[in-house]
């Protein structure tokens, strides 16, 4: 690359920064968009992450407002230009993106585009996906030096990208680890004694219309078995501290969970705040446990369309805050308290206090204060 001040190169620098320090795919696809329209002055920027039957898994933007996007529709499909680079592993710089052989048409709310570069991320033989900038924010369209830099941004790009595949591939078998560890335990602590109840009870059932002192003592056993079992497995439930939470702390565990959940839903799910101080476990998981059910809450009854979690630290205390912008509820209606009360007792059991702020039509808020020391 020549020609590069070091102005330029700083910029690039922190370009490939921002990117390689994200974990989750989403926040990477959205940071190379984000770094590639400010390191090449683009006023419009996007990428696309190939799907199958000739659809994108992914249609990044950044430059287009939230009401424009709406407006302009569903994701594209493999078509034109957009799907032939998908296929191709060449750059491609036009002065105007009409005049490509396979450019076809945008939608009515589309912004009209001219000058374009578009650049394939490439991992061996694969194509990731490609980025395309358009409308140069300055005279003379994108350059040859803006090509070779977008290279150099789509190379580092490839390897953030596939690092944080890696590394959720990892986080999903931790996953399934731990869920078949639990089941482990459940069927080795607990699944005899409640065959040992079953037994006992079909015996006093059987001995109640004959022998009432015997029936009562084998009830007498039943009652000792499942008090057995419950303590067993609350014993096993205590136990279970989140993997992440345990090694990584409360705010980066919430990091990680919010990141999970917002792959799989269709609601935008975000972590925001910073570092918290290191809490007493029965703390730490309190608030994890609580932050975890107010997000399945809200996105299995409200239909929100963003859920954000936060944690901050404030007069001696951490604040965890899980707010939607869901249609919300009456916290007083007893039919729609969605484990409010285990919450609380959670809450109570930490040494901190929960409030929850909701209305009908106005969103929810879940709000946990614990002290901040021992």
């Not at 409030?355 to 901040?372: K, M, N, Y």
Request: glycine share 8%.
């Amino acid at each position: 690359m020549t020609g590069c001040g070091r102005a330029e190169l700083r910029e690039v620098s922190e370009a490939v920064l921002a990117v390689t320090a994200r974990l989750s795919v989403h926040d990477v696809l959205q940071t190379i968009v984000a770094s590639a329209r400010r390191l090449l002055s683009a006023r419009y920027a996007a990428l696309g992450v190939p799907g199958p039957d000739e659809t994108f898994a992914e249609f990044i933007t950044d430059g287009i407002s939230d009401e424009r996007s709406r407006a302009i529709g569903p994701l594209p499909r493999q078509h034109g230009l957009l799907g032939a680079m998908l296929h191709d592993r060449n750059p491609v710089r036009l002065a105007d993106v009409r005049s490509h052989p396979r450019f076809g048409w945008w939608p009515a709310a589309h912004p009209v585009l001219t000058d374009f570069l578009g650049m394939p991320i490439l991992h061996g033989d694969e194509i990731l996906g490609t980025l395309f900038l358009a409308n140069k924010r300055t005279p003379g369209g994108f350059t040859a030096a803006d090509e070779e830099l977008l290279r150099l941004l789509a190379a580092h790009a490839a390897i953030a990208l596939v690092n944080a595949r890696l590394y959720e591939c990892s986080r999903e078998l931790s996953i399934v680890a731990e869920r078949n560890r639990i089941a482990r335990e459940l069927h080795d602590a607990v699944t005899q004694k409640l065959f040992s109840l079953r037994l006992t009870a079909d015996a006093a059932a059987v001995l109640v219309t004959r022998d009432a002192a015997r029936a009562a003592a084998e009830l007498d056993t039943v009652r000792r078995l499942a008090a057995e079992a419950t303590e067993e497995l609350r014993a096993i439930v205590v136990g279970l501290r989140p993997v992440d939470l345990a090694g990584d702390g409360l705010d980066t565990a919430l990091r990680k969970q919010t990141d999970l959940l917002d792959r799989v839903h269709p609601p935008a799910v975000r972590f925001a705040g910073g570092p918290v101080p290191r809490l007493p476990a029965v703390r730490e998981e309190a608030a994890y446990r609580i932050a975890q059910e107010a997000m399945h809450n809200a996105l299995r009854h409200a239909g929100p369309g963003r859920v954000t979690v936060s944690v901050r630290t404030g007069d001696g205390s951490v604040v965890l805050e899980v707010t939607d912008d869901g249609r919300g509820f009456d916290p007083l209606t007893p039919t729609r308290q969605f484990g409010l009360a285990s919450m609380r007792e959670r809450a109570r059991a930490a040494g901190g206090r929960l409030e929850v702020l909701s209305r009908p039509g106005a969103g929810t808020t879940v709000r946990l204060v614990v002290p901040a020391d021992g």
